[in-house]
């Protein structure tokens, strides 16, 4: 008992250190000549999830009847690559140890509330370190432009290997959403494509009510065709850099998916924890300007996540159900719509 006490100080001293430091990054200028090499998305190993490798872990969350589904994801993966001292500013997508978090992270705790709606397909991409945000203008938007060359690439290979005229279900988070909002203007934004758009899932980043010509934000949980988008952080909290950043942007209720400012308990439908259970009546929100403010959730050792105020990390999978659900809401909405 002793020792368990002893470990949860320890480790709650070092939630405190490292909330309180400033990140400092090892960094090096942006040479075109340093990057990874180019990934063929006509070799099934430059796709990190396909309908036909779907692993053990994933297919546990995947309908069965994979053959009945009739749309498709294109799951685009967050910032995995946060390393201090990783001077890289491109991850190659051959580095083993991002691809399981890709696998076994992003891909199993995010891309899999989909997999019971569409088939899913998630391209390995030369992310961008997590510095090209801060560093945005010493290399960052470089960095960005080379990972959404592979995005850009992998989404053609997609459309033009594989698609065959299905709907398609857009999903990113974070920087995954700063690509996938790219994807969007630049393949379906008053574009033919734009037909065979059942919904986008884009929380994460800020996202303006108007970023589209011709996709609009949808505010019923039937809607089709549009996009929906988030950022959480615990009640009452707020970032700390930047402050301002989230005043208007769009904040869709991923609960209700309506234009309810809160929920109860009992409204939440299931939080996918990393010990792969999933907890209904975990939490309940309020809608600010701009973001979501969630309750600390109820699961196991949620205490210490009493001590964290940013639920970035969370966005889609303290929503995991209440998204599965949506979407195949959104699927079954657009095919009577269009058969």
Not at 283 to 308: A, C, H, Y
Request: aromatic share 14%; hydrophobic share 35%.
């Amino acid at each position: 008992m002793l020792k368990k006490q002893i470990n949860i100080i320890y480790l709650l001293l070092i939630m405190v250190a490292f909330a309180s430091c400033k990140t400092t990054y090892q960094t090096k200028e942006f040479l075109v000549k340093d990057a990874p090499a180019t990934p063929d998305y006509n070799v099934e190993n430059s796709w990190a999830v396909l309908p036909t490798k779907y692993t053990e872990g994933f297919k546990k969350y995947a309908s069965n009847k994979l053959d009945t589904l009739q749309v498709d994801v294109f799951y685009l993966y967050p910032t995995l690559n946060s390393d201090t001292k990783d001077t890289r500013w491109n991850v190659p997508i051959t580095d083993k140890e991002q691809n399981e978090k890709v696998i076994n992270k992003a891909a199993l705790m995010q891309a899999s509330a989909f997999a019971t709606t569409g088939k899913v397909y998630i391209p390995f991409y030369r992310q961008a370190h997590l510095r090209s945000y801060s560093m945005y203008k010493t290399g960052g938007k470089q960095a960005q432009e080379l990972a959404y060359s592979d995005v850009k690439r992998a989404f053609e290979t997609y459309l033009k290997k594989y698609n065959n005229n299905r709907p398609i279900i857009m999903v990113g988070h974070s920087q995954g959403t700063t690509h996938t909002l790219r994807l969007l203007q630049d393949f379906f934004d008053d574009k033919p494509l734009q037909k065979q758009l059942v919904a986008a899932y884009i929380p994460g980043i800020r996202v303006k009510e108007n970023q589209f010509k011709t996709i609009p934000l949808m505010t019923t949980p039937n809607e089709t065709g549009g996009f929906i988008s988030w950022n959480t952080y615990k009640k009452g909290n707020y970032p700390k850099k930047d402050k301002d950043w989230y005043k208007g942007s769009v904040t869709t209720n991923p609960i209700t998916w309506n234009l309810d400012k809160n929920t109860t308990l009992q409204q939440h439908k299931g939080f996918l924890y990393s010990n792969e259970k999933i907890y209904d009546k975990a939490l309940k929100i309020e809608i600010t300007d701009g973001l979501v403010w969630s309750s600390n959730p109820k699961f196991p050792l949620r205490f210490f996540m009493s001590f964290l105020k940013n639920y970035h990390a969370g966005d889609i999978n303290l929503f995991w159900q209440d998204i599965r659900e949506n979407a195949l809401l959104r699927t079954n909405t657009y095919l009577k719509n269009n058969n």
